[in-house]
């Protein structure tokens, strides 16, 4: 064949050249049409809400490519349904057109739980919605902060900021209703352990803040050496005069590491009398 080449005029092998590039040119075009499908359109189904299996089967069937784009957590809609899909729905568009979709993932993805002690309960309940969580049942107790969170719970357990949990999970929350219209005798917690007094103050509905001593190191078996508000206010004609409370107010109870001994005027039955229930 090169024999035959290098054997004719120099003019005649670029004829041929061109002639065999012209050829080759327009079988490609030809066959461009039926490689591209062009002008052959198909106008894509609705496949949103149907799982990723039953999607990628009906598409496919249309001569459709399929690409999952992204993934979202939605708890309404079933894991693996399609969410969106673009092109959209009844868009013309050519055979073999890839179409990508948005599906739902079938495990709701983890969040941070944040700190909302203190907030109010609406502005606790829309931080829960931007973060994808549901608010629970709500339960109260005496408390100065009215309609405020006292406590964050989760399954029935308080739970703390930072703590990873699905989305779409339910929070309970424990509110302040607000101080009691009742009073009660200020109770004697002197010579308790944290663990008793915080105890029994929860029975009776009393908040309460230790401040500890800086060598406590095991705050529960710490022991009460000085409260306030005190028991007594004061002495009236020779009788001890108690001090009242309300449920839902608070005692500061002031921790030590060592057992104080009482003075044995505390001993008395009349000065016991508001802590007889502590055991």
């Given at each position: ?57 009906i ?6 490519e ?59 309940q ?24 006292l ?9 703390k ?31 308790k ?17 230790p ?34 409370i309300k ?9 030590s ?20 229930d502590?055991?």
């Amino acid at each position: 064949m090169f024999k035959f080449l290098t054997h004719k005029p120099l003019w005649v092998n670029i004829l041929a050249v061109i002639l065999l590039t012209a050829i080759l040119i327009m079988l490609f075009l030809g066959s461009l049409d039926f490689i591209t499908k062009h002008g052959k359109y198909e106008r894509v189904p609705s496949i949103l809400g149907k799982t990723l299996t039953e999607a990628t089967s009906i598409l496919n069937q249309k001569g459709f490519e399929v690409e999952i784009q992204d993934s979202v957590y939605i708890d309404s809609i079933a894991p693996s349904a399609v969410v969106k899909q673009s092109p959209e729905a009844e868009s013309s568009v050519k055979v073999n057109r890839t179409i990508y979709l948005t599906i739902n993932r079938s495990e709701p993805p983890l969040v941070e739980m944040p700190n909302l002690i203190g907030f109010s309960i609406r502005n606790a309940q829309m931080y829960l919605e931007n973060l994808g969580l549901r608010m629970g049942d709500t339960t109260f107790r005496p408390d100065i902060a009215k309609n405020a969170v006292l406590e964050q719970l989760y399954k029935g357990e308080p739970i703390k900021a930072g703590t990873k949990i699905h989305m779409s999970s339910e929070i309970g929350f424990v509110l302040g209703n607000g101080v009691s219209d009742s009073e009660m005798p200020v109770p004697n917690l002197v010579g308790k352990t944290y663990e008793q007094a915080k105890s029994y103050l929860r029975n009776v509905n009393l908040n309460y803040i230790p401040v500890a001593d800086l060598d406590v190191t095991d705050t529960e078996n710490a022991f009460v050496y000085r409260q306030n508000p005190n028991v007594y206010s004061g002495e009236e004609a020779g009788q001890k005069q108690h001090n009242r409370i309300k449920p839902g107010q608070t005692i500061d109870l002031y921790l030590s590491k060592e057992k104080p001994v009482l003075d044995s005027a505390a001993a008395r039955p009349e000065q016991q009398e508001p802590a007889n229930d502590i055991q």
